[in-house]
């Protein structure tokens, strides 16, 4: 059965630490690792990834996926307090229309002042 | 250009009553997923929708059904609802991958 496991699952820190948030995953037909921001409904996009290796950047978030191990790490860094956020990994299909895309739990981060 | 729309935004049923919960795609969007999101816990697959079929299905029971109309718009539907089944539904629209999230509908079961 396809798995994605996060951890933690909960995260406080203070304005100005920097974090890593781990994804471990067990799927079949991997396509795609996929990050998502949800702050408070609908979860907006932050990073795809399907190359091992190859850090992808967006401001003080970065990301890199290892295709061997099964793994991927998102990095916060100077962390601010709209960053807290429940932080979600998921792994699916990217190329066609008919790929379902399998969440973990989340991990929630607290930034505090 | 307008997103995921969702309706409605807060729903409250009776256990055993059936509920429809309504989505539209962003523009340009053909397939729709379904995600039921329980508190604290990661979206949950329930059904994907494409060319009005349902293409792909998560472990979920024949209670919860769906359709998608030519316009790509699609509905989910749960029969005989349980108080389990109180949680956030999400419509996640995409072409070729890429999901794109509408807000959700929060349903209640009392």
């Known amino acids: 059965e396809d798995k994605v496991v996060q951890s933690p699952l909960s995260l406080v820190v203070h304005e100005g630490d920097t974090v890593t948030l781990n994804c471990s995953y067990e799927?079949?037909?991997?396509?795609?690792l996929l990050w998502y921001k949800q702050e408070k409904k609908a979860p907006t996009f932050l990073f795809m990834l399907?190359?091992?290796?190859i850090e992808k950047k967006s401001g003080r978030l970065s990301s890199i996926l290892d295709k061997k191990e099964l793994f991927s790490i998102l990095n916060i860094t100077a962390t601010q307090t709209g960053d807290s956020a429940v932080y979600l990994c998921a792994v699916g299909g990217m190329g066609t229309s008919y790929d379902k895309v399998i969440f973990g739990p989340g991990t929630s981060l607290s930034v505090i002042p | 250009d307008a997103g995921v729309t969702q309706s409605p935004t807060h729903l409250i049923k009776t256990r055993g009553q059936q509920v429809t919960l309504r989505c539209s795609p962003k523009?340009?969007?053909?397939?729709v997923s379904w995600y039921q999101q329980a508190l604290g816990q990661g979206p949950q697959f329930i059904f994907q929708y494409y060319e009005e079929e349902e293409r792909q299905r998560g472990n979920f029971p024949d209670r919860f059904s769906g359709h998608q109309f030519p316009n790509y718009s699609s509905e989910l539907n749960v029969n005989a609802l349980l108080l389990g089944d109180s949680a956030l539904y999400l419509c996640?629209?995409?072409?070729?991958?890429?999901?794109?999230f509408g807000s959700g509908t929060r349903l209640t079961v009392v």
């Open positions: 996640a629209s995409s072409l070729q991958g890429g999901l794109t």
């Open positions: 399907t190359s091992s290796g």
């Open positions: 799927v079949t037909n991997f396509r795609s």
């Open positions: 523009s340009g969007h053909d397939t």
